[in-house]
């Protein structure tokens, strides 16, 4: 059961990393973030439990990293008219 978590965990940040080289997602993109974030969340408990250390650095930081992108988007300002979070270049 592990190692099937372990693959689900890591296709979803490999398929957000994958995605946004392609140009189908932009890597600041909420479905990107999120990918990213529960992908390296697994990651990082499975590590934890496994006492990987170096592997929980890793995907503790990647999940942060992305956690702390997916805050920022959320308090973005919206625009009046569309309701639609500003993107900063």
């Given amino acids: 059961?592990?190692?099937?978590?372990?693959l689900?965990?890591?296709s979803l940040v490999l398929l957000a990393f994958g995605l946004g080289q392609?140009?189908?997602l932009?890597?600041?993109?909420?479905?990107?973030l999120w990918l990213n974030t529960v992908g390296a969340d697994i990651l990082a408990v499975?590590?934890?439990?496994e006492s990987q250390w170096g592997f929980l650095v890793l995907e503790a930081t990647w999940a942060l990293v992305a956690a702390a992108g997916l805050l920022a988007r959320y308090r973005a300002p919206t625009t009046?008219?569309?309701?639609?979070?500003?993107?900063k270049g």
């Fill in 1 to 6: 059961m592990s190692t099937i978590v372990q």
């Fill in 8 to 10: 689900v965990g890591a």
């Fill in 22 to 24: 392609v140009g189908v």
């Fill in 26 to 32: 932009q890597p600041r993109s909420l479905p990107s």
């Fill in 46 to 49: 499975l590590a934890y439990e």
């Fill in 80 to 87: 009046p008219t569309s309701g639609v979070h500003a993107q």
